[in-house]
């Protein structure tokens, strides 16, 4: 899996595009690099277009221990979002369940999109 990660100041949010398939080990690699970052821009939001990248080759358990890694994002992320893009129904499908996974074990708000335009709508609205 690869990958690269910008800021968009216009959203203040990282967004990581990543290519390839998804592994345990290049989301877990992409967490590392993004938390380095948030200390520079602390109140980002942060969008992850895994679009493509296919998520068929994870496992459920796969998909529990990269939710169980994704509890590191709540220092940066808390009260904030991350929003996950898939295009496919399977990988879309297997982003619902590391959805719920992640959700019971953090402290910010989660939206899987089928576009990455959506995301960004949904990243820019301010919270009711």
Same mark, same amino acid.
């Given at each position: ?14 967004? %990581?595009? %990543? ?15 993004? *938390?380095?970052?948030?200390? $520079?821009? &602390?109140?980002?939001?942060?969008? $992850? ?17 990269? $939710? ?5 994002? %709540? ?6 979002? #991350? ?17 719920? !996974? ?7 708000? *989660?939206?899987? !999109?089928?576009? #990455? &335009? ?7 609205? $301010?919270?009711?």
């Amino acid at each position: 899996m690869q990958y690269n990660i910008d800021f968009d100041s216009k959203l203040n949010s990282f967004i %990581s595009e %990543s290519s390839g398939p998804l592994t345990r080990d290049g989301i877990s690699t992409l967490l590392d690099d993004l *938390i380095e970052r948030f200390a $520079a821009h &602390e109140s980002a939001s942060y969008i $992850a277009n895994h679009g493509n990248s296919p998520a068929k080759d994870l496992s459920a358990d796969d998909i529990w221990k990269i $939710a169980e890694d994704c509890k590191r994002l %709540s220092p940066v992320l808390e009260d904030k979002k #991350l929003a996950v893009v898939f295009y496919e129904d399977l990988d879309y499908g297997l982003g619902r369940m590391w959805q719920s !996974f992640t959700e019971t074990k953090t402290s910010y708000k *989660i939206e899987l !999109f089928r576009s #990455l &335009e959506d995301a960004k709508v949904w990243i820019s609205k $301010a919270e009711d």
